[in-house]
């Protein structure tokens, strides 16, 4: 199984953007106060939505990964308020319509293509009640660190801050990184070396991931967002609602359904 959608690892690992579970909580709540329920696409395992549920709001999580969704149906047990549907985030049909969908810590750059963001949005869109919002947050490119990868650093590989423990056996794993930019069709391919320690801190095995996203710019993504039928409500810079910035590391777009 490819490591980032091995459940337990990516539970262990993946603790998303800081503050973003309580900002999309509210966000929710709003959507709940007016009567509606809330959708998550890229739910993965429930990191989000299940403490939305748990705020007694009726939320559904969709994933395109079948192991993730499992993973989040058994941390949910006993949980009536959350759903948990396969789909994939650029075509799917769901019953109901929602006062808020949201796509958390990064997961709309898996749309590889114009064309992919842009049905993946019109998507949305058919799921909204009017005047329905979108919430998505998405990395703020660092034009230094990508020229540094284009640079001194190609081919190279460093550390990341992201060790982890092994959830199976206990043990610490070292995280590495390589990456590779892209511009002409603004993509960042990642590669991922976790390294498994024993006891005595001697690596036994190594594990390599590989991830692909697209990365996209300010006034592009509201572009999109425009062209999808929505306005723009906000832009921060985090997901504690700071302003956006130059040096920003994310862009936390809040956006609403035209009528």
């Known amino acids: 199984m490819n490591g980032f959608y091995d459940p337990l690892v990516y539970d262990a690992r993946a603790q998303g953007v800081p503050g973003d579970v309580e900002f999309f909580l509210g966000l929710a709540h709003e959507a709940h106060a ?5 959708l998550e696409l890229a739910s993965g395992t429930g990191r989000v939505a299940i ?17 993730m969704l499992a993973r989040a149906a058994e941390k949910s047990v006993g949980l009536e308020t959350v ?35 842009l049905s993946c949005l019109r998507c949305i869109r058919g799921h909204l009640v009017p005047a329905g919002r979108l ?5 703020n490119p660092d034009i230094v660190v990508m020229g540094q990868w284009l640079g001194a650093k190609r081919g190279g590989i460093e550390r990341r801050r992201d060790d982890y423990t092994d959830p199976r056996s206990g043990r610490t794993v070292k995280a590495w990184e390589t990456r590779t930019y892209h511009p002409g069709t603004q993509e960042v391919a990642s590669d991922f070396i976790d390294e498994r320690l024993d006891e005595e801190g001697v690596v036994v095995s190594k594990v390599y991931r590989g991830l692909k996203l ?3 710019f300010r006034y592009e ?9 929505f306005e723009v409500e906000a832009l921060y810079g985090d997901c504690f609602g700071g302003e956006f910035e130059d040096t920003s590391p994310e862009m936390v777009w809040v956006a609403r359904l035209l009528s």
């Open 34 to 38: 007016a009567g509606h329920p809330v």
């Open 51 to 67: 403490p939305i549920a748990q705020a007694g709001i009726r939320v559904v999580g969709l994933d395109l990964h079948a192991e």
């Open 83 to 117: 759903r948990w549907v396969e789909g994939d985030m650029q075509d799917f049909e769901l019953p109901e319509r929602f006062g808020l969908a949201f796509i958390a810590f990064r997961s709309f750059q898996h749309m590889l293509t114009v064309e992919d963001q």
């Open 135 to 139: 919430a998505i947050d998405i990395f």
């Open 214 to 216: 697209r990365y996209t």
């Open 221 to 229: 993504m509201e572009h999109l967002l425009v062209r999808t039928g």
